[in-house]
T-cell receptor, first 115, second 112 residues
């Protein structure tokens, strides 16, 4: 059974700092991995999607890496801003679920960026 | 292009009642997925509909059921509500065969 863990559960940093969020998963047979952002009480916004054959994806100040063999992904946020404050969720789509949306989510890292 | 919308925003029910939640897909999307997110947890996949048929289901009992309509909008029905059903219910739409999903704002269900 695929389990997804995110560390730390919460993180508070001063504005301008670079930071790394971690995600680990137990089964390396994945189809893809996705990072989402969730604001309090709201839906999810997709940030980056990495296919199993890829090592990283970049979008603006965000960079996500994937090491399938070790079951790890990191989300790097450069030059953090107060507007980055949100919960960041990692989701793994197992290979056997490649034809549907049965993704397995971590519990998230709640990020606070202080001005 | 309109995004994914869900109704109602909030809902309060009592144990044993039944509830219907609604979702309108993003324009052009033919697949709808539903997720349950308990407080402080990540979302859990309930099921997915494509062409009005369920084509994937997570570990949820049969009292969770759904429908997809010809216009690709969808309903989630939950019978015999239990206290543990209290959660944020998220709907996501996508194009079949495409990986990216677009999520709605969710419906907050409270069961008393």
């Amino acid at each position: 059974k695929q389990e997804v863990t995110q560390i730390p559960a919460a993180l508070s940093v001063p504005e301008g700092e670079n930071l790394v969020l971690n995600c680990s998963f137990t089964d390396s047979a994945i189809y893809n991995l996705q990072w989402f952002r969730q604001d309090p009480g709201k839906g999810l916004t997709s940030l980056l999607l990495i296919q199993s054959s890829q090592r990283e994806q970049t979008s603006g100040r965000l960079n996500a890496s994937l090491d399938k063999s070790s079951g790890r992904s990191t989300l790097y946020i450069a030059a953090s801003q107060p507007g980055d404050s949100a919960t960041y969720l990692c989701a793994v789509r197992p290979f056997k679920a490649r034809n549907n949306n049965d993704m397995r989510f971590g519990a998230g890292t709640r990020l606070t960026v202080k001005p | 292009e309109t995004g994914v919308t869900q109704s109602p925003t909030h809902l309060i029910k009592t144990r044993g009642q039944q509830v219907t939640l609604r979702c309108s897909s993003q324009s052009g999307h033919n697949t709808v997925s539903w997720y349950q997110q308990a407080l402080g947890q990540g979302p859990q996949f309930i099921f997915q509909y494509y062409r009005e048929e369920e084509n994937g289901r997570g570990n949820f009992p049969p009292r969770f059921s759904g429908l997809q309509f010809p216009n690709y909008s969808s309903e989630l029905n939950v019978n015999a509500l239990e206290l543990d059903d209290s959660a944020l219910y998220l709907c996501a739409s996508s194009l079949q065969g495409r990986d990216e999903q677009f999520f709605g704002p969710g419906t907050r269900l409270t069961v008393l």
